[in-house]
């Protein structure tokens, strides 16, 4: 019982929150080098090639890179992945796929991105990319440490270590040529806002939400500049979304009628402004680079505010248990039931949509940005 009043506790806080030879790796490289078309859903511009995608940030992109370390932010365990491949529990933080597995999956490149921490890795994955994103992770060190996640610092050794095996896989000359024409991904803030800023008050009284939404904002434009430094040129920098309007949000502070919070929706507005801005400057300022503000506060908004016209039935309340404040530990086939039709829901638990929800936003987001990625 302690321990569930525990688990329980930290979870409140937290929603406030194989080496191949070389023989192998010449053979793969000759094949990738000579292997150009795929059968992606998404027709890309003439000449243009996206041989991977990389991606760092929070749970939203998180396929796994959590399941070996000490922390609540994780979710290798049933009913996550439910509806993934064979129905195995990954470290996503979702029901199914999330949004960079449908992304690679839209342009041809593979079903799904794994974790690069992933024990299962395969070499053959490298090239076509891999997420070393970290449930829990902010752009703020303090949100990361807060839920025991890897910090995008980490993230970034990471990343070399990538580019090292990668390498010495394809060479340094094919690794410079993925390196410049992959589309990097970023997908943090969620929990700067909703475990940090809102949750701890010694935080406000350093910073008010203007102050602290620059500091998001300003560690975001850094983030990319070093990505930039690594030879990174199609850099995508997602806003954040309506947090105020998520199911553990609405029951935490929006009262008896669980509405959507003001304050926190405001907050992620102000990010959002503040990084649009900072994302124009980088791409007036960075030669050759392609720095692109992907919103996705409304997409999402959209589906929570007019869920019907998409075909959902249930907006403002989780799949998983009561769907008011599951997550993560909360979320497990011992103490929470899972309704029986996962596509009815915009959200899977009380913090993360439904694999569905995710492919319509994905879709929405390519048809809005995609030649911006290019031109």
């Given at each position: 019982?302690?321990?569930?009043?525990?688990?329980?506790?930290?979870i409140?806080s937290?929603?406030?929150?194989s080496?191949?030879s070389?023989?192998?790796?010449?053979?793969f490289?000759l094949?990738l080098?000579f292997?150009?078309?795929?059968?992606?859903?998404?027709?890309?511009?003439?000449?243009i090639t996206v041989?991977a995608?990389?991606v760092?940030?929070?749970?939203i992109?998180?396929?796994?890179?959590n399941?070996d370390?000490?922390?609540?932010?994780?979710?290798?365990?049933?009913?996550?992945?439910?509806?993934?491949d064979?129905?195995?529990?990954t470290?996503?933080?979702?029901?199914?796929k999330?949004p960079t597995?449908?992304?690679?999956?839209e342009l041809g490149l593979?079903?799904?991105?794994?974790?690069?921490?992933?024990?299962?890795?395969?070499?053959?994955?490298?090239?076509?990319?891999?997420?070393f994103?970290?449930?829990g992770?902010?752009y703020?060190p303090?949100?990361t440490?807060?839920?025991?996640g890897?910090?995008?610092?980490?993230?970034?050794k990471?990343?070399?270590d990538?580019?090292?095996?990668?390498?010495m896989?394809?060479?340094?000359?094919r690794?410079?040529?993925?390196?410049?024409?992959?589309l990097?991904?970023?997908i943090?803030?969620?929990n700067?806002?909703?475990?940090?800023?809102?949750?701890?008050?010694?935080?406000?009284?350093?910073?008010n939400?203007?102050?602290?939404?620059?500091?998001?904002?300003?560690?975001?434009?850094?983030?990319?500049?070093?990505?930039y430094?690594?030879?990174?040129?199609?850099i995508?920098?997602?806003?954040a979304p309506?947090?105020?309007?998520?199911?553990?949000?609405?029951?935490?502070a929006?009262?008896?009628?669980?509405?959507c919070?003001?304050r926190?929706n405001?907050?992620?507005?102000?990010?959002?402004?503040?990084?649009s801005?900072?994302?124009d400057?980088?791409?007036?300022?960075?030669p050759?680079?392609?720095?692109?503000y992907?919103?996705?506060?409304?997409p999402l908004l959209?589906?929570?505010?007019?869920?019907?016209?998409y075909?959902?039935?249930v907006?403002?309340?989780g799949?998983?248990g009561t769907?008011?404040?599951?997550?993560?530990?909360?979320?497990?086939?011992y103490?929470?039931?899972v309704c029986?039709?996962?596509?009815?829901?915009?959200?899977?638990?009380?913090?993360?949509?439904?694999?569905?929800?995710?492919?319509?936003?994905?879709?929405?987001l390519?048809d809005?940005?995609l030649?911006?990625?290019?031109?």
């Open positions: 019982m302690e321990r569930h009043r525990s688990v329980h506790h930290h409140i937290y929603l406030f929150l080496s191949s070389i023989f192998f790796g010449f053979i490289a094949v080098l292997t150009t078309t795929t059968n992606g859903l998404v027709k890309l511009p003439e000449n041989p995608v990389i760092f940030g929070d749970s992109v998180d396929a796994g890179n399941d370390i000490i922390t609540e932010a994780r979710c290798d365990y049933p009913p996550y992945g439910i509806d993934f064979g129905g195995v529990p470290g996503r933080f979702s029901n199914g999330v597995d449908i992304l690679s999956e593979k079903p799904s991105l794994p974790a690069y921490k992933d024990p299962n890795l395969k070499p053959e994955d490298l090239p076509t990319g891999v997420t994103a970290s449930g992770a902010g703020v303090l949100t440490k807060i839920a025991g890897i910090p995008l610092s980490q993230q970034l990471y990343y070399e990538y580019i090292e095996k990668l390498k896989m394809v060479g340094e000359e690794t410079n040529f993925i390196i410049q024409n992959s990097f991904v970023v943090c803030g969620s700067d806002i909703a475990n940090d800023f809102f949750a701890l008050p010694p935080v406000q009284l350093k910073y939400v203007d102050s602290f939404t620059a500091l998001m904002a300003d560690n975001a434009r850094a983030f990319a500049m070093t990505l430094g690594y030879g990174a040129r199609r995508l920098l997602f806003g309506p947090i105020g309007c998520v199911p553990s949000q609405r029951t935490v929006g009262g008896p009628e669980r509405n919070v003001v926190f405001d907050a992620s507005q102000l990010f959002n402004t503040k990084l801005a900072n994302v400057v980088l791409s007036r300022t960075l050759d680079a392609k720095v692109v992907i919103d996705i506060y409304y959209e589906l929570i505010v007019n869920p019907q016209e075909g959902f039935k907006s403002n309340k799949c998983c769907g008011l404040i599951e997550v993560t530990a909360l979320c497990n086939n103490t929470a039931a029986p039709r996962r596509s009815d829901y915009v959200f899977w638990d009380s913090f993360h949509p439904t694999e569905r929800a995710y492919r319509i936003i994905v879709v929405k390519l809005k940005y030649n911006r990625f290019f031109f």
